[in-house]
């Protein structure tokens, strides 16, 4: 080999390690590579840490992809990339990001909300750690599996029901908190004694959920939501509860026999309900919003279930409301979901996520009560069904549910005259 060229090949290569890892002195060290393998990461918010894993993987060209870990969901950042002295790891669909450094350590840095001012929260992690909450070893840990009545009690003094899906083996526990307009998604943790611990991070949102297991079998415990979200739960056992019917939390004001709406797509154009396009179709509207880990769940599901039944006279339409209410930033959000999730049907910029400007964009609905919503207009043109929130793969049973549900009342639909 030509001493030269592999002296030249050698630099190349040191160089560009550096200026994908340089940390900018100090007592970080900037050779140091990315390990690949699983990480454990954690989010410092309001005193207290929000935990998370993450698998690093090798790509092409010296790169790596991020993979976040909750449970049995994996969610793939693949874009990391230097940015200034930092690493840059965008949240796949979201526009949220981390920028850290590396040290002989792992990494530290912050997370942020890039559309959000001031989002920023500190951020660490460590390599080859498959830790979720760093607990004392315990032979006879209490029992939380099975299925919670809970009521969760915001700032205000404000209530709102939920029900609690938990599995658990040992010390380590997972599942999922359920209301009536979503689920907090894949929930995973451990139980320590009396304890029990759960957290989740999905690019957009960081959830803590402790609690304590009272003499009487009851548990109290904290929800802490990101940067500055708070509530207290209680929870008591009953495989009985129930929550609110979906399809009864949101449906069209007197006065009112028809839906329609009028709003631009991707390409400048106004699209309404009312378009020939249509008309003698059965239409799925499906009010959505970029930033929503549930709306990711709901078109995950669509974007599929669309390619294999747009032939059977279907049509979806996307309402999309976002946190910005600005058609280019909409449109640079949606373009990415539909390319990161393969979602072909026809999405629409409605306007601002806020629930009462989202409403006035509605007049015929009573509210806009959670995103997402699914509405259900049949080939006459009229509302048969209008579903609120959604209850993702991370609910099990209650996911196949809905699956089932919606499938037979599409069939009906397709079937009438």
């Known amino acids: 080999m030509n001493t030269q060229k ?14 994908l890892f340089s940390c900018g002195g100090g007592t970080e060290n900037t050779n140091q590579t990315l390990s690949t393998g699983t990480w454990r990461a954690v989010i410092q918010t309001q005193g207290v840490e929000v935990p998370f894993n993450f698998e690093v993987s090798p790509v092409e060209n010296g790169k ?59 951020f660490s992690a460590t390599p080859n750690n498959e830790t979720r909450f760093e607990v004392a070893a315990e032979t006879s840990p209490e029992d939380f599996s099975g299925e919670w009545a809970i ?19 040992g010390q380590e526990i997972s599942g999922t908190v359920m209301t009536n307009t979503g689920d907090y998604r894949y929930l995973v943790g ?14 957009e949102h960081a959830y803590l959920f402790k609690a304590t297991k009272n003499d009487d079998e009851t548990l109290k415990g904290e929800f802490f939501l990101g940067k500055t979200g708070y509530r207290t739960w209680e929870a008591k056992r009953d495989s009985t509860f129930s929550l609110s019917d979906s399809y009864t939390l949101t449906y069209l004001k007197e006065g009112y026999d028809k839906f329609d709406f009028t709003f631009k797509n991707m390409t400048g154009e106004d699209v309404s309900l009312s378009d020939p396009k249509y008309q003698g179709k059965v239409v799925l509207v499906q009010i959505f919003g970029t930033w929503c880990p549930n709306c990711m769940d709901e ?8 390619e294999e039944n747009k ?27 539909q390319e990161r999730i393969g979602a072909k049907y026809e999405f629409l910029f409605a306007g601002s996520s806020d629930n009462e400007e989202a409403a006035k964009s509605l007049p015929m609905l009573n509210a806009v009560v959670s995103f997402p919503t699914l509405i259900y207009v ?28 919606h499938n037979e009342l599409v069939d009906g639909l397709l079937g009438q005259e």
Not at 317 to 329: G, H, P, R
């Open 378 to 405: 049949d080939k006459k043109g009229e509302v048969a069904k209008i579903h609120t929130g959604f209850s993702g793969p991370g609910t099990g049973s209650y996911y196949d549910k809905w699956v089932k549900e």
């Open 190 to 203: 451990n139980v320590s004694g009396k304890s029990l611990y759960l957290s989740t991070f999905d690019g």
């Open 151 to 169: 009521t969760i009690t915001k700032d205000d003094g404000k209530s709102y029901p939920a029900l609690g899906i938990f599995e658990q083996n």
């Open 311 to 337: 032939d059977r006279g279907v049509e979806i339409i996307a309402l999309s409301f976002e946190q910005k209410n600005d058609y280019d930033y909409a449109k640079s959000r949606i373009s990415r979901i």
């Open 64 to 122: 790596y992809a991020i993979t976040l870990i909750n449970g049995e969901e994996r969610l793939l950042a693949d874009e990391v990339a230097p940015k200034g002295d930092s690493l840059y790891i965008q949240m796949h669909i979201f526009d949220a990001s981390i920028r850290a450094k590396i040290t002989s350590e792992g990494l530290t840095g912050t997370w942020s909300k890039d559309y959000v001012e001031d989002y920023i929260l500190p």
């Open 299 to 306: 078109t995950k599901y669509l974007a599929k279930w669309y």
């Open 6 to 19: 592999s002296f030249s090949a050698i630099f190349t290569l040191l160089l560009s390690s550096l200026l």
